[in-house]
Nanobody, 125 residues
Framework: QVQLVESGGRLVQAGGSLRLSCVASGRPLSDYAMGWFRQAPGGGREFVAGVDWTGAYVNYADVLNGRFIISRDNAKNTLYLQMNTLEFEDTAVYYC??????????????????WGQGTQVTVSS
């Protein structure tokens, strides 16, 4: 079973950028279709972005309006989320998730089997 560890979250001003990373260990990241989710205070965990096993297919939540980019480097066993033009509403704990099942860029929580512990992103207005 793979272990996933996120990093890169911090306090940032509105309009700024951040890049989150998710490093996989224990099994090659290339075995997994991956996704990013987030959970704001008092809210449920929601889909942000997904990517297939090679990075050729990606999917995003509509609310992002093209501000975020998901990518992966399988040679480094690392998944990324580039977050641009951050807004106060992007404040949340961000989680990476993976699945061995043949579900590419799934948008539902149940599409994923393995989760990281999360990294906090706080955007000041």
């Amino acid at each position: 079973q793979v272990q996933l560890v996120e990093s890169g979250g911090r306090l940032v001003q509105a309009g700024g950028s951040l890049r989150l990373s998710c490093v996989a260990s224990g099994r090659p990241l290339s075995d997994y279709a991956m996704g990013w989710f987030r959970q704001a205070p008092g809210g449920g965990r929601e889909f942000v972005a997904g990517v297939d096993w090679t990075g050729a297919y990606v999917n995003y939540a509509d609310v992002l309006n093209g501000r975020f980019i998901i990518s992966r480097d399988n040679a480094k066993n690392t998944l990324y989320l580039q977050m641009n033009t951050l807004e106060f509403e992007d404040t949340a704990v961000y989680y990476c998730a993976g699945t061995l099942r043949r579900i590419r860029a799934g948008v539902r929580l149940e599409d994923y089997d393995v989760w990281g512990q999360g990294t906090q992103v706080t955007v000041s207005s």
